[in-house]
Each structure stands twice: as C-alpha cells, then as structure tokens.
C-alpha cells in the first residue's frame, strides 16, 4: 500500500472495533452519532498530542505546584458542514474553551466538486490553532478547498481530523497542503465511480441526519 507522509491512522483496537460498528448498515441513527461521539474522542486525544503546553502556578489544598494548559481558547474546530459536526459534541466536550467555527460545504452530486455556501469571519487567524474535522476524505476536494479557504483567512497552524479516508483524497489533499497533517481512522480502498469510498460508511451526512 502506498504511504503517506502528512497521514497518521490511528488504528487503535478501540477505535478500530467501533469503526466496525459504524461501518454496519444495521447500525441505527442514535447508535452511530454515539459511535461518531466516541471515536470523535479517541481522535481528538490524538490530534491534540502535539499541541504546546504553557506552565501555569496551581494551588493544591497542601501546596503550590507548576502545573500545564494548552492555549485552549485559540483553538479552533471548523467542522465541515454537514458530517463535520457529528465531530463537535466529542471535542466540545474534551475541550470546552475551544472556538467552533463552521465551514458550510457540500459535494455536486454530479460533478462531485466542493460547493462553498456558509463561512465564519476569522479573527486573528494566524494566533490561532486550527483542527479541521470531517468524516470522510473522498476525493479530497471539500478538505481542499476548505483549506484553501482557511490559508487564504491566514491561518497558519491547521491539522485535519476524518474517520475514513480515501487514497485519492489522501494524495491530492497532501500535494495542495504539505503542511497540513492528517488524521485518519482508516485508509481505505479506493472510490466508486460515484466517488464514494470503499468499503467507507455511507454517506456520513445521511447517516448521522436521517437524510437520502
Ligand atoms: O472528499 P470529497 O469528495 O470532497 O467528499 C467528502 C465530502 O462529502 C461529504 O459531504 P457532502 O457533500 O455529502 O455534504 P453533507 O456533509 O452535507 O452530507 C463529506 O462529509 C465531505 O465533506
Ligand atoms: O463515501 C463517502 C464519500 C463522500 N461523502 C460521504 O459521506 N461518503
Ligand atoms: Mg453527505
């Protein structure tokens, strides 16, 4: 299997056995946003790994201590619309100071290209840390150009989180964004000829909304 410098996966048992559930067709609506939620955490544990701490004087009932935080509020969430925010709830829970900035995106069904219709106005992009979130890298276009759009706003320091990605999302997202690492729960296959990923989940966004 081709490698890819810019991609961790995370192939962690527990991640890895509640894939499995979300991957089954048979898994009901509530049972995958549970899922999403859970590995939405294991992910976020590991996203995170690299984040700089800053030491900070604590006082315990006996004494004075050196204790660490990470910058939490210039860290920013920017969910992709509408799969992304099955993400949200998992992070906002680990990480209640962060910013949530949504990026509203959708795929032409025909042309299979990011369609842009929702941002957020950035302040002080280039302070601030930026993790983007979605689950599916398919053929890459929306992380691209969700990206592009961020680099253009001026952030600087972007990581990206997804559940499943595609070897062709992989590759054109990591030549458009070499700086930009990926995080990913599996590397699958390849894409169907509706570009979808195979074996993937679905469609992430029906699946956790109840839409087709
Ligand atoms: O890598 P790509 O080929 O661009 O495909 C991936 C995109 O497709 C899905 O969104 P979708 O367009 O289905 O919108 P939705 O989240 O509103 O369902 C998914 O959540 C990604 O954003
Ligand atoms: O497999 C895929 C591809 C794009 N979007 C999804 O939700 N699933
Ligand atoms: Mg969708």
Same mark, same amino acid.
Do not use: W
């Given at each position: 299997?081709?490698?890819? &410098? @810019?991609?961790?996966v ?12 979300? $991957? ?8 995958f ?20 701490? @800053? ?12 204790? +660490? ?16 925010l099955?993400?949200?709830? /998992? ?6 100071n962060?910013?949530v /900035? +949504?990026?509203?995106?959708? $795929?032409? +069904?025909?042309?299979?290209e990011?369609?842009?219709y ?7 992009p280039?302070?601030? /840390? ?6 599916m890298?398919? @053929?890459?276009? /929306? ?33 458009? +964004?070499?700086?930009v690492?990926?995080?990913a729960a ?12 195979? &074996? ?6 029906? $699946? ?5």
């Amino acid at each position: 299997m081709k490698q890819f &410098p @810019t991609l961790t996966v995370t192939n962690h048992p527990l991640i890895q056995h509640k894939l499995t559930y979300i $991957r089954d067709k048979s898994t009901s609506k509530r049972e995958f946003k549970a899922l999403i939620d859970e590995v939405g955490a294991l992910l976020t544990y590991e996203i995170t790994r690299d984040l700089p701490l @800053t030491a900070v004087e604590v006082e315990t009932p006996l004494q004075k201590t050196e204790c +660490h935080k990470i910058d939490d509020r210039n860290l920013v969430i920017v969910p992709l619309l509408r799969a992304g925010l099955g993400f949200v709830d /998992s992070i906002q829970d680990l990480i209640p100071n962060c910013i949530v /900035s +949504h990026v509203g995106m959708y $795929r032409d +069904h025909v042309t299979k290209e990011p369609v842009t219709y929702y941002t957020n106005e950035m302040h002080n992009p280039g302070e601030k /840390s930026f993790i983007m979130v979605d689950p599916m890298l398919a @053929t890459g276009g /929306s992380a691209v150009a969700a990206v592009d759009f961020l680099k253009a706003s001026g952030a600087r320091d972007i990581r990206f989180m997804c559940l499943v990605a595609a070897p062709e999302g992989v590759e054109l997202f990591a030549k458009a +964004h070499p700086d930009v690492p990926i995080f990913a729960a599996a590397l699958d296959e390849k894409l169907n000829e509706d570009a979808y990923i195979l &074996p993937g989940l679905g469609d992430a966004g029906d $699946r956790l909304f109840g839409t087709n």
